[in-house]
């Protein structure tokens, strides 16, 4: 079966300092994308970041960036210059089966940011 | 641009009724569409998705039905709810591979 492991049920990080969110999965497939969600207290999935597996080169968006190993299937989030509207659930999802594959969500990383 | 929309935004129902949620999606044609359901604390588990007008695929067994009239319109059913059935529901669209969400109904049966 193909797993999604988020190991930190919760974390709490200060405004302006920068947090890392960790996700391990568990595929077979050698070519699928990888994304991070942020759902806020109003529950609204937002698509943070994505990663194509077949890039060597880490995603960034703005102050959102991950760092992927590939071989260790490992594809941490970490936020620079954390903000108070950063608080939220935090989801890892890959998706394999290309875009007519579903993903498979983390049970999610719970992230407050405290002033 | 694109937008989805869900309705109702919160339903209380008692068990044994009917249930018909609905998602409608703007701004695109032919996307993929997906139901989720999100349990208290929990990530989100994939029900439904669909492909085209009449393609439903079902990922879990349960006490829920989708259709796909039109389009752009996705509806998740049920004939009598149960109390397991409570939760966040959940519809998203794609066209390739990133998945975009809807504001979510939150459905509790009593």
């Known amino acids: 079966a193909q797993t999604v492991t988020q190991s930190q049920p919760e974390m709490s990080v200060q405004e302006a300092e920068t947090v890392t969110l960790s996700c391990t999965y568990d595929?077979?497939?050698?070519?699928?994308?990888l994304f991070w969600y942020k759902q806020p207290p109003s529950r609204q999935m937002i698509l943070v970041i994505r990663?194509?597996?077949?890039?060597?080169q880490n995603a960034t968006e703005n102050r959102f960036s991950v760092n992927f190993q590939k071989a260790a299937k490992s594809f941490s989030l970490k936020i620079s210059d954390s903000q108070l509207g950063d608080t939220a659930m935090y989801f890892c999802?890959?998706?394999?089966?290309?875009?007519?594959?579903?993903?498979?969500f983390g049970k999610g990383t719970k992230l407050s940011v405290k002033p | 641009s694109q937008t989805i929309h869900q309705w109702p935004a919160t339903l209380v129902q008692p068990v044994g009724s009917p249930l018909s949620l609905e998602c409608t999606v703007e701004?695109?044609?032919?996307?993929?569409l997906y139901w989720y359901r999100q349990a208290a604390g929990r990530g989100l588990q994939l029900l439904f998705y669909?492909?085209?007008?009449?393609?439903i695929s079902s990922e879990v067994p349960q006490n829920l039905s989708a259709s796909r009239p039109q389009d752009r319109q996705f509806i998740l059913s049920s004939k009598k709810l149960l109390l397991s059935d409570s939760g966040f529901y959940l519809c998203a669209w794609s066209l390739a591979d990133e998945q975009y969400f809807g504001p979510g109904t939150r459905l509790t049966v009593t």
């Open positions: 669909s492909v085209g007008i009449g393609q």
């Open positions: 999802a890959p998706l394999y089966g290309g875009s007519q594959g579903n993903l498979i």
């Open positions: 701004g695109t044609s032919n996307p993929n």
């Open positions: 595929t077979s497939e050698s070519n699928y994308y």
């Open positions: 990663q194509e597996a077949y890039k060597q």
